[in-house]
């Protein structure tokens, strides 16, 4: 079956400007988790949303959105976007359910942003 | 924070097992040990997760000492497609979705 996917897969925007990236899972995955990806920092987690829900969050500021459709597709927005928000963003899937033991996440290729 | 601490960056041999450490000394009982790996410009990809029993799959077998505070990935025939990233990520049994990756082993396979 086809894999996580994420649109567009490279961005080039500048400073203030904002951005929409966008996510959809493997069918029949009801959570989705963003990540952005930097040489300096690492992975590290942005949020996740399960059913619509934004249901755990990382250490980012409010300028870091997203949002779950119906479909379990996701997106993510950045808005006043800052040179240091030039990363690698990354989706991730899984079927867990509330409380589920096991929750194998799959990821997307990511969409490389650049800001200037 | 991720509480794992893993070694910069390890060097194996095409055909060789690739043996790749851990340590997650404040491991608690609930939590699981979680591999993943990322090949360069790819997302993150699943190997191997486990408890406290040894684990294998297709890809890894995984080893974790008895009192949990460490573990070891094993990739039994290392091939040149393995080089990569190495994470290892403990999290909790009924935790969300939010991994905590460290900064991971860069392994290099050399023909």
């Known amino acids: 079956k086809a894999g996580v996917t994420q649109t567009p897969r490279y961005l080039i925007k500048t400073r203030g400007q904002q951005v929409t990236l966008s996510c959809s899972p493997i069918?029949?995955?009801?959570?989705v988790s963003w990540y952005q990806q930097t040489p300096g920092q690492g992975l590290q987690f942005l949020f996740e949303?399960?059913?619509?829900?934004?249901?755990n969050k990382g250490n980012f500021p409010g300028r870091f959105s997203g949002r779950q459709f119906s479909n379990s597709r996701s997106e993510m927005n950045v808005s006043t976007l800052e040179l240091g928000d030039s990363a690698l963003y990354l989706c991730?899937?899984?079927?867990?359910?509330?409380?589920?033991?096991?929750?194998?996440?799959?990821f997307g290729p990511g969409t490389r942003l650049t800001v200037l | 924070d991720a509480k794992t601490t893993q070694p910069t960056s390890m060097d194996c041999a095409e055909g060789r097992a690739a043996n790749l450490p851990c340590n997650h000394s404040?491991?608690?009982?609930?939590?699981?040990v979680y591999w993943y790996r990322q090949i360069h410009s790819q997302g993150p990809q699943y190997i191997i997760h486990?408890?406290?029993n040894n684990e294998t799959n297709e890809m890894a077998s995984l080893i974790i000492t008895e009192d949990r505070k460490s573990s070891t990935l094993i990739l039994p025939h290392a091939t040149l497609r393995d080089t990569a990233v190495y994470y290892c990520?403990?999290?909790?049994?009924?935790?969300?979705?939010?991994?905590?990756f460290g900064a991971g082993t860069r392994l290099t396979v050399k023909p």
């Open positions: 069918s029949g995955h009801r959570s």
């Open positions: 949303y399960f059913s619509e829900t934004q249901r």
């Open positions: 486990g408890l406290k």
């Open positions: 990520i403990v999290r909790g049994r009924y935790n969300n979705n939010d991994m905590r």
């Open positions: 991730a899937s899984s079927l867990a359910t509330s409380g589920s033991s096991y929750n194998e996440q799959f």
């Open positions: 404040t491991i608690s009982g609930n939590e699981y």
